[in-house]
């Protein structure tokens, strides 16, 4: 079955740094890879939509100066959160669309195990 | 505004009984309905999934039903056991132009199979 990573699965870091959370597809490639948020006892929320090759669409109240997303390739998006503070502290899971099994009626969108994100 | 709503916010259910998760929805142009099983700092694993054109999809011990009219599905475990413990997520999809692919996720709920 299709697999997605990310890496670190957990970080702990001081205010004020930047985290950089990598998502790789490991045995398909994902044109299209989704990063959503995840709060305690909250839904899963859609940050962006990021695109092989061109720039990540960010949903509405997404700052994407501090959320920035790299999609450099087929198999790879990183999400850094630039300059965190304690409010961004939560669980960041991303996944990866397999465009080989694209059709309406199939499940092709993989998730990764998430990111724990702690900031101090 | 959530599209996708999952009212109850927990329920438990007895080993070998029947479990039956819903889930509302307000988009009349989603057209595809998946139910996802989560565990704590895990990402969602893909469980069963409709299509808008169908009522029903069965997978074993799981079923899913969907009523367009009423906008709503509901997620029917049967017999429930106790590693089926776990949040579940109804999501929705609306793979028209630029949503393409993009999941609606309800805020899940807590099921609890006990012995």
């Known amino acids: 079955g299709a697999v997605v990573s990310q890496h670190p699965s957990w970080v702990i870091c001081k205010s004020g740094t930047s985290v950089k959370i990598e998502c790789r597809s490991l045995?398909?490639?994902?044109?299209?890879m989704f990063w959503y948020r995840q709060f305690p006892k909250q839904s899963l929320m859609l940050m962006a939509t990021?695109?092989?090759?061109?720039?990540?669409?960010?949903e509405q109240g997404v700052e994407k100066d501090k959320f920035l997303i790299n999609h450099a390739s087929l198999t790879l998006s990183t999400l850094t959160v630039t300059s965190a503070h304690p409010e961004d502290s939560s669980f960041y899971i991303c996944?990866?669309?397999?465009?080989?099994?694209?059709?309406?009626?199939?499940?092709?969108?993989?998730f990764g195990p998430g990111t724990r994100l702690l900031v101090l | 505004d959530q599209q996708v709503k999952q009212n109850s916010p927990s329920l438990s259910v007895q080993e070998g009984r029947i479990s039956i998760l819903n889930c509302d929805y307000t988009n009349s142009m989603f057209d595809y309905f998946l139910w996802y099983k989560k565990y704590p700092a895990e990402g969602p694993t893909f469980l069963i999934s409709i299509s808008s054109i169908k009522d029903k999809n069965e997978d074993g011990r799981f079923t899913v039903f969907l009523n367009k009219s009423a906008k709503h599905l509901s997620l029917h475990i049967v017999p429930s056991q106790p590693g089926d413990s776990a949040v579940y997520f109804c999501?929705?999809?609306?793979?028209?132009?630029?949503?393409?692919?993009?999941?609606?996720f309800g805020r899940g709920t807590q099921l609890t199979v006990w012995p």
């Open positions: 045995d398909f490639q994902a044109t299209t």
């Open positions: 999501a929705a999809r609306d793979d028209r132009g630029s949503t393409l692919g993009r999941l609606y």
């Open positions: 990021s695109n092989e090759g061109s720039k990540a669409t960010y």
């Open positions: 996944s990866a669309r397999d465009m080989t099994r694209a059709g309406w009626d199939q499940e092709t969108q993989y």
